[in-house]
């Protein structure tokens, strides 16, 4: 359900200006990463990264800031070149999902430099420093694209210093560039207080804060695990979130994060109502166009842009796109258009989605060499599809069935599952991942860690209480992999454990606490 807001709702009609530059430089933690995708080295600062490897490609989960980073980069690059216009290079910004059939990868980069000199050569000479964002928005042709990219940075013409983002779940197999990978981590809790008080000042950041981590004490520097962290560890959905709180700070605040893009989208919307676009149309209706949409670009392997006429043949009015745009629900990019985020998409291919036979779109996972789970290409509009439905935990059960993965992942994203779903869905996630396919235990155990705020020990213990044999292996097995959370001492006991009373493996027991015991 939409609702329809009035003027004096808003106290000043006008769209607010982006405040993204604001938080430019916030995003991080960083970390290198080795070929098991592993952190092997945590960086004070990107900078750093990029001196040891000025080729690289920067990976991090959809909405952690990876764009942004790019583009805090490209702008300390032109300062840079400011300062020393001789022997700084060049930056030069480019957008993968740009990249049309009628061009292969010289032609692309000289449509994007407006100077009449040789692209290519300068970008190997070093005279050029290179940014190419979104190496998973290509879409359906993404693989012929990787290939050409991948012959290019392994010749003798590779560009000396080159950034290229890609989302960690794609950035495997036939994705990989072989050059190495440097991760943009989850945000620290001290980062998470400072986007919001920059976003939002001081007061009202606190307030918000409160709400939301109601036992939290005002001067606590470590955030407990708590329901809205799918929220608070992604820098865009902390600023949705934010927005919709500064929206409307006594309403309820959306619980998952399909709830949250919806919502946004009401309020961008509705605001075009409320400054008179003679091109505003009803929710409902304009929904119904979006959704048509965005189903049309997942079933294209959802790229970021798609041709102006295929956004009139399901929006059907050119204003509406000019109006879409002028509220920031759209970009456009001279013949071609996007959604302002790619999650608004999956968002609305979701519930197109489910209410068709998805289940084709479902498959049993498949790993990479690292032990990590091999993208597919409708997993974003899955993952938000328990967000959309009424029948939240069938859906995560009937995706748990064949991917286990997935369904953890969507209900790390705060997928609104009831407790008992949430304990099948893990139970499932360890028993496929233990009994039927070894391959992908190390990517459990790192899910299970993420979905339970890095606090996996009382569910894997309790777990390891039951009846269930093969369930309480594959607890012990994933514990294993956890050797951050429990003691190493314990990990060794229970590898050697025969499941009879043992008093050593109490005794280490008592020293997690009376819980563990």
């Known amino acids: 359900s939409y609702h329809t807001l009035n003027a004096d709702q808003e106290s000043d009609p006008v769209r607010p200006q982006p405040s993204i530059e604001d938080t430019w430089g916030l995003n991080g ?44 980069l490209v702008q300390e690059a032109i300062q840079r070149r400011r300062s020393d216009p001789r022997g700084a290079p060049i930056p030069l910004l480019v957008d993968l999902a740009l990249w049309t059939d009628d061009q292969d990868l010289a032609t692309f980069l000289a449509d994007h430099w407006s100077l009449p000199t040789d692209v290519m050569a300068l970008l190997a000479d070093g005279q050029i420093a290179l940014f190419m964002d979104g190496l998973d928005e290509m879409g359906s042709v993404a693989d012929e694209r990787v290939s050409a990219l991948r012959e290019w940075l392994q010749g003798d013409m590779a560009p000396a210093h080159v950034v290229i983002t890609c989302e960690t779940n794609a950035y495997s197999a036939d994705f990989q560039l072989g050059l190495p990978v440097i991760s943009l981590q989850e945000m620290s809790d001290a980062v998470i207080r400072q986007i919001m008080q920059l976003y939002m000042g001081v007061q009202d950041a606190e307030t918000l804060m409160a709400r939301l981590l109601p036992d939290l004490p005002a001067d606590a520097e470590i955030f407990p695990a708590s329901a809205w962290d799918w929220a608070l560890r992604n820098p865009l959905r902390l600023r949705l979130l934010m927005f919709a709180y500064q929206h409307s700070p006594a309403a309820d605040l959306p619980a998952n994060a399909a709830a949250l893009l919806l919502h946004t989208l009401d309020i961008l919307w509705q605001r075009e109502q409320v400054l008179q676009n003679p091109d505003w149309i009803p929710m409902d209706d304009l929904m119904e166009r979006l959704v048509a949409l965005a189903y049309a670009m997942a079933s294209d392997g959802s790229p970021a842009y798609v041709s102006l006429a295929t956004a009139r043949e399901h929006l059907k009015d050119d204003n509406l796109i000019a109006s879409l745009c ?59 599809m328990p967000g959309v439905v009424d029948n939240p935990d069938t859906i995560i059960s009937e995706i748990a069935e064949a991917d286990p993965y997935l369904a953890m992942t969507s209900i790390h994203h705060g997928a609104p599952v009831s407790d008992s779903a949430r304990a099948a869905a893990i139970q499932r996630l360890l028993y496929f991942s233990v009994v039927e396919n070894q391959t992908g235990i190390s990517a459990a155990a790192q899910l299970l860690d993420q979905v339970t705020g890095g606090e996996p020990l009382p569910i894997l213990l309790e777990l390891m209480r039951g009846d269930n044999f093969d369930i309480r292996s594959a607890a012990m097995q994933i514990l294993k992999w956890l050797t951050a959370t429990a003691s190493q001492a314990l990990v060794n006991l229970l590898g050697q454990w025969d499941w009879s009373v043992n008093d050593e493996v109490a005794a280490e027991l008592r020293r997690l606490g009376d819980e563990a015991v």
């Open 326 to 384: 002028s509220a920031r629900i759209f970009n456009r990019f001279g013949d071609r258009v996007a959604f302002q985020h790619q999650q608004f998409a999956a968002m609305l291919a979701a519930r197109h989605l489910s209410a068709t036979s998805w289940h084709a779109h479902l498959v049993q996972p498949t790993f990479d060499p690292a032990g990590r789970r091999a993208s597919r290409p409708w997993d974003a509009v899955l993952t938000l």
């Open 29 to 72: 933690p960083f970390a290198l990463l080795d070929e098991q995708f592993e952190a092997v080295t945590i960086l004070a600062n990107l900078n750093e990264g990029l001196a040891r490897h000025p080729q690289c490609v920067l990976v991090g989960e959809s909405g952690i800031g990876k764009t942004t980073t790019l583009h805090r």
